[in-house]
């Protein structure tokens, strides 16, 4: 009952989140899911501890990655470890892992399996069910 609650409160909070983004004239960008995404990456190779994360591939002049920074770190990470991967300070990890498009945000539980993933924007009901399966 518990983690129901939470998963609705996360849900809550990331719906609201987006439609404060959307209100205050973000520019609309395009939601694409790709197939190519990694299926695990343990907190502790992007520098986090061990546990449930999410992490974002970015690069410093991309603007969109800029957008889903702010998303994730303000309200609707709901207190969950956040890695942000800059390709300047870490090509090898974006080549590591295979990430060639940023922004790509990827939720993973306490063992590393990516739960959720995204390139591009991120969809907030996805991504409220990807944070209520690693609560």
Known sequence: MTRLLIAVAIAAV???TAILVNR???SQLISVRRNALPT???ATEVGLDAGPAIIIFTESTCDSC????RL???PAGAGIPVADVEFGAEPALHRRFGIDTV???LVVD???SVVGGWTGRVDVGEFAAALAEIV
Do not use: A
């Open 14 to 16: 990331v719906s609201l």
């Open 24 to 26: 205050n004239g973000s």
């Open 40 to 42: 695990r990456i343990p």
């Open 66 to 69: 800029q957008e889903v920074v």
């Open 72 to 74: 994730i770190r303000g």
């Open 103 to 105: 922004p790509t945000t």
């Open 110 to 112: 306490r063992e590393g």
